[in-house]
């Protein structure tokens, strides 16, 4: 299996930019796809972005957010920029076999990392 963690989380201004690490461990790192998902408070946990070898984004960060991963590192990361407040958001990383945009196609979780625009 993998286990994630998640880091680079933190304060920013709207119009900032962040940039989330996930540290992955386990044999299958490659095997997998990858995503990171967000939930604010009293909403549903919401994909983000996945990456298998090219990414794919939600419309509300597409243009926005890179998601990229270093298979050699065992690690995965989301470039945010021109960050607004409706990003703010716990955000998770995730590992699992397809790169779908379901919280439920990911078996494998992180931690979460606080991110939280101001405006």
């Known amino acids: 299996q993998v286990h994630l963690v998640e880091s680079g989380g933190g304060l920013v201004q709207a119009g900032g930019s962040l940039r989330l690490s996930c540290a992955a461990s386990g044999r299958s790192f490659s095997a997998n796809a990858m995503g990171w998902f967000r939930q604010a408070p009293g909403k549903e946990r919401e994909f983000v972005a996945t990456?298998?070898?090219?990414?794919r984004y939600a419309d509300s960060v597409k243009d926005r957010f890179t998601i990229s991963r270093d298979n050699a590192k065992n690690a995965v990361y989301l470039q945010m920029s021109s960050l607004k407040p409706e990003d703010t958001a716990v955000y998770y990383c995730a590992a699992g076999p397809f790169g779908g945009i379901e919280f439920k196609d990911y078996p494998y979780w992180g931690q979460g990392t606080q991110v939280t625009v101001s405006s």
């Open positions: 990456i298998r070898w090219s990414g």
